[in-house]
């Protein structure tokens, strides 16, 4: 068993093409993990082990790997760059103490490695970096490094210099050790030599490794004194200990360069994550909650000899069965143990546990705090960010948060045989990934699926076709449009029925006004005198929520409203909770029409390169779409424009926008917020849904 201090929990992200994938391969090599290096693009790398990451050269779901490097433990997870996939790195960084950020050293920091750098400032996990690709044409350190300053708002330490650039790369310099490392042209990762710096690179490195003595010493007040009074340099341990506080309190970010590809310079990032990278119990131990999801200012200290703690944070169904990954943070787990998952209040015993390397597994009987295993064949309806604890000491972890779909197609089987199997399928699928929904549309009976973006879909319809054999017929895409009101109305409604026996009786006089933007529905009382008494408001609280999800102009979900209840009336007999709970339905039926409601859509944050001679075509394009554009940033390579577009007028975008940079653009984009819909707009769409809804 390693000592926990030993262990190393990382997880590499970048954007997509950047070499994450590539990287993984190489560290699982010179790690004796692997004998043979499978390439991306020949589709055989070890973790892209999914058909459709082979055939596609994008990975689309983290997969883990274990590795020894120097007498640690390397439990490694490789995650997708792509943005529709965003979720497993925001899982994945969840259950991680460290990353290395991989960023491409000709296209630099990309959209995708914007949105993951901040994922990771939000989790507060520690990173190096890694620029790569530096044998490619047009490849630039020092620029890449100054981007992650001015884009990223980071600090990077930089620990190496390279020895050559494009073709001409052969190794790195090592600032601290004054040594470069030089490799040969077999490729071969181990076939290197250490010797002295380049005579044309002396002046260089001196005033780079005086740069990062000065940053590194300012984590030690003594050392960083006798330094620059007396000139004494501390020792190589103390320097080491300095740069490893700053990396743990993300100060600076150690920041290394090579060519995973040509195998050079990982030896370099693998020793980096050993010396400077946290181990589990180095890291500020996770927040425990209530069951409403507030702190309650205890933490899950990093320990086997706590009690028994963990997260589940990913759910998959492989060759072999249900697989729940999970991330033990306190005690230890043994085949046979009985654990409870606190989400949904079963026990269950636990028959088989493996430590997995990407879609193969070793056999364990016992597991302890820092580990990430996966336990094989969970009942207990476990789901994604699910805790995971000793019965007798049940806890609850802080919870993870995940954005919501925006983008609906509807499917349906082509014969009765595929409908079961379709249901299954489903059904696991969904228990996979949290931001992939499903819903049943009750009058057409359709099956509406909604994710994060069209290849997020097109994937999934992939995998409902290829892996479980279900033939579906897919609809065209949907907008999840919304509805909001935009005016502050007051009203008066009153519920009265007597049909023989005791009646029903309810009177709400209330205020609807429009909310801030995100707000969602807040409800408040400020009835005196017992009109409506106590009791009964939190049923026509109940009655206006439960409306909420079917709005009047077009029966989509309403947002962003705010009801104040500030009188009524009341019968002593015939008033009950049901009573105005059904003043509330009516109340919203009968005002929301009156308070002009409006259609809002979901405008999309677009990040958008393309070559400097296709600028003018790409934002005019732009423009067509009802897109904002908020900025242009030169590149070496091209040109980067921001904008927020509509995601109504996104479809089909990416052939678009090959076919006008010549396949040389690239885009990536998430949800950003939600805007009113212009009136011509709005129109159709509400023509369209109330024809569809006549249909059904």
């Known amino acids: 068993m390693t000592a926990l201090s030993k262990y190393r929990n990382i997880g590499i992200f970048a954007h997509v093409d950047a070499g994450k994938t590539t990287t993984t391969e190489r560290i699982l090599k010179l790690t004796g993990q692997i004998h043979k290096t499978g390439e991306v693009h020949d589709g055989e790398s070890t973790t892209d082990f999914m058909e459709q990451e082979a055939e596609r050269g994008i990975t689309i779901q983290s997969a883990a790997v274990s590795c020894f490097w120097k007498d640690h433990r390397l439990n490694v997870i490789d995650t997708p760059g792509h943005v529709d996939f965003t979720v497993e790195v925001y899982r994945s960084l969840k259950v991680l103490d460290g990353g290395i950020g991989v960023f491409c050293g000709s296209g630099g920091v990309e959209p995708q490695s914007e949105t993951n750098w901040r994922y990771a400032n939000e989790s507060e996990v520690s990173r190096i970096i890694f620029v790569n690709k530096l044998d490619r044409i047009g490849a630039d350190y020092y620029r890449v490094v100054e981007q992650t300053k001015k884009v990223l708002g980071a600090n990077p330490l930089i620990m190496v210099l390279p020895i ?132 309650t200012g205890e933490h899950a200290i990093v320990s086997e000899d706590e009690t028994f703690k963990a997260l589940a944070f990913k759910i998959t169904d492989d060759r072999f069965g249900a697989l729940t990954f999970i991330r033990i943070y306190s005690g230890t787990l043994k085949k046979g143990d009985s654990i409870l998952n606190a989400a949904t209040g079963k026990t269950e015993r636990i028959g088989r546990m493996c430590e997995m390397q990407a879609d193969d597994r070793n056999e364990l009987s016992s597991a302890k705090a820092g580990d990430i295993i996966a336990i094989v064949g969970m009942k207990s309806n476990v789901q994604t960010g699910h805790t995971l604890c000793d019965p007798k000491h049940p806890i609850i972890l802080e919870a993870m948060v995940f954005p919501k779909p925006v983008i609906s197609i509807s499917v349906a089987p082509k014969d009765k045989g595929s409908t079961e199997k379709m249901g299954l399928a489903i059904g696991k699928m969904v228990a996979e990934d949290p931001t992939f929904k499903v819903e049943t549309d009750d009058d057409s009976g359709e099956t509406i699926l909604s994710g994060m973006g069209e290849l997020h879909l097109d994937i999934k319809v992939d995998i409902l076709k290829r892996t479980y054999g279900v033939d579906l017929v897919v609809g065209k895409p949907q907008v999840a449009y919304r509805e909001t009101i935009t005016q502050e109305i007051d009203d008066s409604y009153t519920h009265k029925k007597q049909s023989g026996g005791s009646g029903q009786f309810g009177k709400i006089d209330y205020r609807i006004k429009p909310g801030e933007p995100g707000s969602g529905f807040v409800f408040t009382s400020s009835v005196v005198g017992g009109n409506v008494p106590k009791e009964f408001w939190p049923a026509v609280q109940k009655g206006f929520k439960s409306m909420m999800n079917q709005g009047t102009l077009a029966g989509f979900p309403v947002l962003d409203v705010e009801v104040e209840l500030y009188d009524g009336g009341f019968h002593a007999v015939d008033s009950s909770a049901v009573a105005f709970e059904i003043a509330g339905k009516g109340a919203f039926r009968q005002s929301i029409p009156k308070a002009a409601p409006q259609l809002i859509e979901p405008i999309m944050k677009v990040d958008v390169f393309t070559p400097d001679d296709h600028v003018g075509d790409v934002i005019g394009d732009l423009n067509r779409r009802r897109g904002m554009i908020k900025d242009q940033q030169a590149g070496v390579t091209g040109v980067r424009i921001k904008a927020d577009v509509p995601l109504a007028e996104m479809f089909g975008y990416i052939g678009s926008l090959r076919t006008m940079t010549s396949g040389r653009g690239q885009f990536s984009m998430e949800f950003s917020h939600y805007l009113p819909c212009p009136m011509n707009v709005a129109e159709t769409v509400i023509a369209a849904e109330k024809e569809r809804n006549a249909k059904k």
């Open 164 to 295: 050559g650039i494009e073709d001409d790369f052969a190794g790195v310099v090592d600032l601290l050790t004054r040594k470069a490392w030089i490799w040969d042209d077999t490729g071969l990762p181990e076939n290197y030599e250490i010797t002295d710096v380049p005579a044309d690179m002396v002046d260089k490195v001196e005033e780079y490794r005086e740069l990062l003595l000065e940053t590194a010493l300012e984590q030690d007040d003594d050392l960083f004194e006798a330094y620059l009074e007396d000139g004494v340099e501390p020792s190589m341990e103390d320097i080491k200990r300095c740069i490893r506080k700053g990396t743990r309190t993300m100060e600076f970010f150690p920041t290394y360069c090579g060519s995973a590809f040509k195998n050079k310079g990982v030896q370099n990032i693998l020793n980096a994550v050993v010396d400077y990278l946290p181990s589990p119990d180095e890291v500020d131990p996770q927040p425990l909650t209530n069951e409403e999801g507030e702190p």
